[in-house]
C-alpha cells in the first residue's frame, strides 16, 4: 500500500499557482489538465490544484499555540533537509514574495528544534516551510501532553 499523501485546494487561477508552486517551490508538474485542474508533486506527495473564483479566497485565522508566534489555521506545509529548505528561502527572498511568519526557529535545544516559516500562495492557502535541526528527528518518540485541552477530551 502506497504512504503517499493527497490534498486537493482551490487556487483560483491555475496558471498563477502553477508558477508558484514549480518556480517558487521547486515542486514537479505530474500532469496538465489545464484549465480545471493539475496535479503536483509536492515533495513526494500528490497536490491536486483546482481552479475556482479567484475572488473568493479562503479564510484563515492566526492562533496562538506555543510561545513563539501565532500559527495561521488552516494550512500545510512539508518537513525538508536544510539545503532544500534553504533553497526554497532564497527563491522567496530574491522574488520578495513576502513571509506571513518570517522564518524564526521553535523549540529551540529541543529534540523538536527546528527553523520554519509560513507563506502564502497567490490564492491565499497558507504553506508552513520547516527543517528540523536534527535531520533524523521528525515526530517525538512520547506522546505530547495534551492536558488542558478540553476539546480534544483531555481536562
Not at 23 to 28: I, S
Not at 96 to 122: H, V
Request: charged share 30%; aromatic share 10%; hydrophobic share 35%.
Amino acid at each position: 500500500m502506497s504512504s503517499t499523501f493527497h490534498l486537493a485546494l482551490e487556487v483560483g487561477d491555475i496558471d498563477s499557482a502553477l508558477k508558484f508552486y514549480v518556480d517558487m517551490l521547486g515542486c514537479e508538474s505530474a500532469d496538465k489538465e489545464l484549465p480545471n485542474w493539475i496535479d503536483i508533486n509536492f515533495f513526494g506527495n500528490e497536490l491536486t490544484l483546482h481552479a475556482s473564483d479567484p475572488t473568493n479566497k479562503p479564510k484563515f485565522e492566526a492562533h496562538h499555540v506555543d510561545s513563539m508566534n501565532d500559527v495561521m489555521v488552516p494550512h500545510f506545509g512539508v518537513h525538508l533537509r536544510r539545503k532544500d529548505y534553504n533553497d526554497i528561502k532564497k527563491r522567496i527572498e530574491e522574488n520578495k514574495i513576502g513571509y506571513l511568519l518570517k522564518p524564526f526557529i521553535r523549540f529551540e535545544g529541543k529534540m523538536l528544534e527546528q527553523e520554519t516559516f509560513f507563506i502564502k500562495d497567490p490564492h491565499c492557502n497558507i504553506l508552513e516551510i520547516k527543517s528540523y535541526s536534527d535531520s533524523e528527528v521528525t515526530y517525538p518518540e512520547t506522546e505530547p501532553d495534551i492536558t488542558g485541552h478540553p476539546e480534544w477530551g483531555c481536562p
